[in-house]
């Protein structure tokens, strides 16, 4: 379980003082599939990365499973949005097999574990590939193969499909959910996207341009998800609304 | 077979063979036109059959290793305190400010210029050339090297410290291979001021202290006994040398590693 108590963050700005995040509150279950929408600058990815330990917090504390978190760990592991979060020296498999090495994983192990997730991620035929042959939708794909093999409680993901044109989008979408539904880890997500956030997600945060948490709304949609069901239209249209009423603090 | 020479031949190479051809034929006929002084000035064939003897007889070989292993042994000490000034400089602001301060003093010094001083304080040998040689590539190398550690994108940086990577291993497996494009050129210019610096000197000193002397030391005394296609010919070897490396080392060392990966600087 993930829990955020009163978290802050000040952003020093060559003198001047950026407030980015005030006092957000919330709790995540193990084996949520838990999504962040947000205008853009809002502070959305500066979330992920203080929960991630890459961001000191000015202030509160973030907890997993009641230990509070100070830096980087194996526990939760980010996918990132750009492209370029492949290591170029080494191909796709080795770039899957790495962390596991460094980790200690044994040789038997990492094989067994790179073959599983080079096919659930559908890089069958690429393994030899080096990051710079691969298109951006099989580069993000390699990265989540690489998360996943590291079989992290939390995994952080920051718009990894935002540079992806829609169908790769939403045949990524649809292949995360079905892993999600496989290995149940805790699942971080920031997108800018509503419909995305509503096919993904069991609850949705929905920040203020301001910083601050404006709502937590739950989504008991059936899955798969798809535009036209009932339901669908109707949340998208309050997360519209809440996304574009942002004048009042 | 094949694929060896593919790895360092490429068509892109012929232009620049047949512009080297012409340039040799151009001296070869400028030197027996008569308009300069054989004596001064000799034809390639001369300076070419000069230099087979020197190769057969060894002098040449001999020569030209002295100076290599010099130039090794200067490259090789630079960039391990290179790499370990770089890299404590990423950790720490202060090891960067005394490295910067460090390169403003002797970055603009001429390596010949602190010859007299290294004679004074390490003899007249070896040492001094080799610390001539190491103060010419350290700077520039480490600026290099500096360069390639900065431009590490910082996602790298996060997903080492996330896997649990530290110290002399994050060096080598993340930052190292991500900011090879900069490591390399600053090898290549520290490889071109490891030469000069050690021709230089040793034009000074070469064989004192009973030491064989180098190519620098060659040159110096073919020109002092006027025998100038043999001075050409240690010329020619300082070329070959170059081309050589080029070819063999580094355009082999990127097709096997920066090329392959899709890097550029
Ligand atoms: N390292 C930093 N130093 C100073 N200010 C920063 C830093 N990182 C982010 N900020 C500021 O914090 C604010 C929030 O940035 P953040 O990247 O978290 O927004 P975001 O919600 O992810 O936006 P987007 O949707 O465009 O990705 C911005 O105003 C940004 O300028
Ligand atoms: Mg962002």
Same mark, same amino acid.
């Given at each position: 379980m993930l829990q955020l108590e009163g978290v802050n963050k000040v952003f020093k700005n060559n003198g001047s003082f950026i407030h980015v995040l005030k006092d957000i509150d919330f709790t995540v279950n193990s084996g949520e599939f838990f999504c962040i929408v947000g205008p853009s600058g809002c502070g959305k990815t500066t979330l992920l990365r203080s929960i991630g330990g890459y961001e000191k917090i000015s202030g509160g504390q973030i907890l997993i499973d009641g230990k509070k978190i100070t830096e980087p760990g194996i526990d939760r592991v980010m996918v990132f949005q !750009?492209? *370029? $979060?492949?290591? !170029?020296?080494?191909?796709v498999k080795e770039n899957i097999e790495y962390p596991l090495k460094i980790t200690g994983v044994s040789k038997q192990k990492r094989n067994e574990y790179v073959r599983k997730y080079v096919k659930m991620m559908g890089l069958e035929g690429f *393994?030899?590939?080096?990051?710079? $042959?691969?298109s951006g939708g099989m580069k993000q794909r390699t990265a989540l193969a690489r998360a996943l093999a590291l079989n992290p409680e939390i995994l952080l993901m920051d718009e990894p499909f935002a540079n992806l044109d829609a169908q790769t989008r939403e045949v990524l979408q649809k292949e995360l959910l079905k892993i999600w539904q496989e290995l149940k880890p805790t699942i971080i997500f920031v997108t800018h996207a509503i419909d995305e956030a509503i096919i993904l997600a069991d609850r949705i945060l929905v920040m203020s341009k301001q910083g601050r948490i404006k709502t937590i709304i739950e989504s008991h949609l059936e899955r798969p998800r798809r535009p036209s069901m009932k339901g669908f239209s109707a949340m998208w249209d309050i997360l519209y609304s809440l996304l574009g009423s942002d004048d009042n603090p | 077979m094949k694929f060896v020479k593919s790895l360092w031949f490429k068509k892109e190479m012929l232009p620049k063979f047949i512009f080297i051809v012409l340039l040799v034929l151009l001296w070869e006929l400028t030197a027996w036109?008569?308009?300069?002084?054989q004596a001064l000035f000799p034809p390639f064939s001369k300076v070419f059959k000069e230099f087979a003897k020197g190769v057969i007889s060894g002098v040449l070989v001999v020569k030209t290793v002295y100076s290599l292993l010099l130039i090794l042994k200067g490259l090789v000490l630079s960039l391990i305190i290179a790499l370990l000034i770089a890299f404590f400089a990423l950790s720490s602001r202060w090891v960067e400010d005394i490295a910067d301060a460090l390169n403003s003093i002797?970055?603009?010094?001429?390596g010949i210029a602190l010859l007299p001083v290294a004679i004074l304080w390490f003899g007249i040998g070896e040492t001094s050339i080799l610390v001539i040689v190491i103060h010419s590539v350290l700077w520039p190398m480490l600026v290099n090297i500096k360069t390639g550690f900065k431009s590490v994108p910082s996602v790298y940086i996060e997903l080492g410290q996330t896997f649990g990577l530290k110290g002399i291993k994050f060096l080598w497996e993340i930052i190292l291979p991500a900011s090879l494009p900069y490591f390399l050129s600053g090898l290549k210019i520290g490889w071109a001021r490891a030469w000069r610096a050690v021709i230089a000197a040793e034009m000074v000193f070469?064989?004192?202290?009973g030491t064989a002397g180098g190519l620098g030391w060659h040159i110096y005394m073919t020109r002092y006994y006027f025998d100038m296609a043999a001075t050409f010919a240690a010329l020619l070897a300082i070329v070959m040398v170059g081309i050589i490396v080029e070819v063999f080392v580094f355009n082999v060392v990127e097709r096997l590693t920066v090329r392959k990966w899709g890097m550029s600087i």
């Open positions: !750009s492209f *370029e $979060q492949l290591f !170029s020296w080494k191909t *393994e030899n590939y080096y990051p710079h $042959q691969l | 036109s008569g308009i300069f002084d002797f970055h603009p010094l001429p070469g064989a004192a202290s």
